[in-house]
């Protein structure tokens, strides 16, 4: 079954906004057998969609388009796909009651303009929208079926995965192929080398195809399997995966496409153990990272982010003469938060970064992209520097704490589960 | 000029990459006057590049190719080209400089592969790359010009810059048109809300074209501009940019793209005044942001983020009777909250929050979505209760931190600078 993706809008053509949605759907349906065979992307000019849509009609099985479904003028999908099919536009009912659920749940004011987005094409099938005030629609254009989602990634994302993922399931019946992607993801080795490491793996597990993505500061190693049964490609990528894992050995960090985060969260929870933070250049990213994750407040207690040094001494209680013999970005400095970190909430752990992101700051002897990890546990501490060769603050903030995550990781795994 | 862009390669159709190139092209196009109409991406088969570029050459006057130009087999983009044009491929010395320059300059083996690099279509131009193997190339195919650069941003944003944008400009000639989008940044307005507000732009500034892009959780109001000289443009896009902010009033963030933070810092700066935050729901996502701008350390000293009650006893002095009375989540909290963040830090001002991100963890009182936000000031403190109405843990993380920043954002305007 072949498959085409149209992105609408004009900040997407215009170049305003990067369609990020298509990579995902693409991929979706690539696992679920489907072909894609080509992206699109055009602006909310009428004419150009309805042209689009009869395109991809005429070339492919299934189609998949995003955007302009929102309450505003510029959102054009329903008309385009309406004329594209020779129908009219109608109020659908049940679309109405999408939108109108959505406001009353949240008790927030639906304006006129809300109530176009429930007209859509007759003949249309209407696709409930779980967690936006946007409906979707299905509808089939000459011989193509068009799924219709709105832009946002998460409404389409959700909307994906609950109608158009099993509609084209029941549309291939049997003969269904099995496409998957295994994502094992690295930290701290450069893609050229990890690439080096895993090059053997098509020859040695034929049908295997490998891909390198760089994530950064993560690499992601990618084996994608195509079987005609979903038992025979779970085995041949687990054996595959498990070949590429023992060359890459400690730095792997999952091999499900799990974050950093979750790992380190999931080792602490299996450990009763619970961390606090002191972080300097990485300005509270390694605690909004561990915080993204549900349930985090069972492990994660407390991050002292000390930009000052008068922080650092009063909340984390770092010596004044350890500041002024070796200032803030140092080995004993680290070692001291981490020390204090731990102290001040009472949790098994204790983790701490200080560091030079840049793009100033940076000295001879501790250029940008210096950073100091101090780690604090039940068998005593450390400080530990690192000196990364990024020039970008940003890229040196995620850096500095993916490495700190990572040294926590190995700490923790030493001390079994 | 109309234009078109095609991205090549079979991990860009899968959806394992994100094609990020195509919006850097468009909008760099878009702004020296060209129109950008469609975006396609298809993968490496020979027969579908052959028929796309046809397909093209027959709608526009130029085109921007990216990706097949390295040196294995699936890099088929000159062998495409050269069908689509009807001619043969040939060794370009040009091109097989650019790519033995570029071996010797590293020091690195070229090998028998590199050699295709060199094999361009009869009649093209060769376009010297840089910064990498793989040469890029001009060709016409019927009345389109179309331009092939490698995949790698960054070699295919040097090469963009170097030869395309030059090329079409001197096609152009004195029919150059200026484009140029002025973005206003706006938070606390759903998007359809702040849409009727602006609507009526197009009708008072003809020629101005509205679009509206949700960045959750801000909503941006683009105007796209379109003249023949770069300064009436400017007055242009000033006139209805500042039409729009009047109705937008105290919503608007900035007229120029920049970031809640940026403004916040700025703000900060032009008083000469300090910051601590106090973080429990965000778990240091505002300090975060805020450190992700350079020369942050000179206004932003501490954010204690306090997962935990102790932690908020501990280092913020939060009262146990608080706790008790309250709960953490709670106006009164997030006061002392803010108190103690600023009282600890000795700065200018304290700010935190302090809610309910989920999944879990609401109550029929206070549902997920719940925010209590502390303002200390040297004027004095309090604590102001918001209710969002989203489900999702990491949308509740980034609306409460924003909610944060912009009530300190009105603070500080309310002093004057």
Redesign the interface.
Known sequence: MKAELLATG???????????N?????????ENGID????????DNLD?LVS?LREIARRVDVAVVTGGL?????DRSAEAAAEAAGVQLALDDNALENVESFFK????PM?A??RKQAMLPQGSTVLHNP?G?APGFSLAIERCLFFFLPG?P?EMKRMLKGHVIPAVNALQGDAVMHNR?KTITTFGLPESLAGEKVAGVEAAFPGIQL?L?AHFPQIQV?L?GRESTASALDRRLAEAGDWVMERLGAHVISENGETMETVVGRLLVQRAATL??A?SC???????W???V????DY?????????N??KM??LSVRPETLDTYGAVHEETAREMADGARR???STYGLSTSGIA???GGTADKPVGTVCIGFSGPGGSYGKRYCFPFGK??MN?KIFAMAALDLLRKELLKTGG
């Open positions: 004009d900040e997407i053509r215009s170049g305003a906004l990067v369609d990020s298509s990579a995902h759907i693409a991929e979706r349906l690539e894609v065979l080509r992206h699109t992307s055009v602006g150009t689009t929102g309450p505003t003028t510029d749940k949240f008790n927030r304006t303009s809300n967690v005030t946002v998460y992607v891909g993505r990618k994608y606090a933070l972080e990485t300005g509270g990213l390694v605690a909004n561990l915080t993204n549900a349930g985090s407040s994660f207690l407390f991050s002292g982010v000390t930009y000052s008068r922080a009063d909340v001040t909430a009472g840049g793009p100033d603050r940003l903030k």
